[in-house]
């Protein structure tokens, strides 16, 4: 199996920037796509970023407005989430996904592997 943990996430301040972190643990080099999926209180999971097995293609959802930048180092089984003006509204829990094929889909049941989340919580 693969393991996915989270870590980084922290109250901040309106408008700071943030990056938070995912290691991949057991059985990573079964992982293809990574990506970013969130929740926010009384709200659905939704995406928030997707990036491929070799980092050359990424997308993310319309509310990122180029303020988050997703990447990723294979060697140390990781993706990061930069994230830049962030905005109360993006108050959640951020959750880190990976799939074992190449899918490049913003849908959560694409991927296998799901951490457990951390908090990021912006105040105004």
């Known amino acids: 199996q693969v393991q996915l943990a989270e870590t980084g996430g922290q109250l901040v301040q309106a408008g700071a920037s943030l990056m938070i972190s995912c290691s991949a643990s057991g059985r990573a080099w079964k992982i293809h796509d990574m990506a970013w999926f969130r929740q926010r209180p009384g709200k659905e999971r939704e995406f928030v970023a997707l990036i491929s097995w070799s980092g050359g293609y990424a997308d993310y959802a319309t509310f990122v407005r180029g303020r988050f930048i997703i990447t990723r180092d294979n060697a140390k089984k990781s993706v990061y989430l930069r994230m830049d003006s962030l905005e109360p509204e993006d108050t959640a829990l951020y959750y880190c996904?990976?799939?074992?094929?190449?899918?490049?889909?913003?849908?959560?049941?694409?991927?296998?592997?799901w951490g457990q989340g951390t908090q990021v919580t912006v105040s105004s």
């Open positions: 996904a990976a799939s074992d094929h190449e899918r490049l889909s913003s849908l959560a049941h694409a991927y296998e592997f």
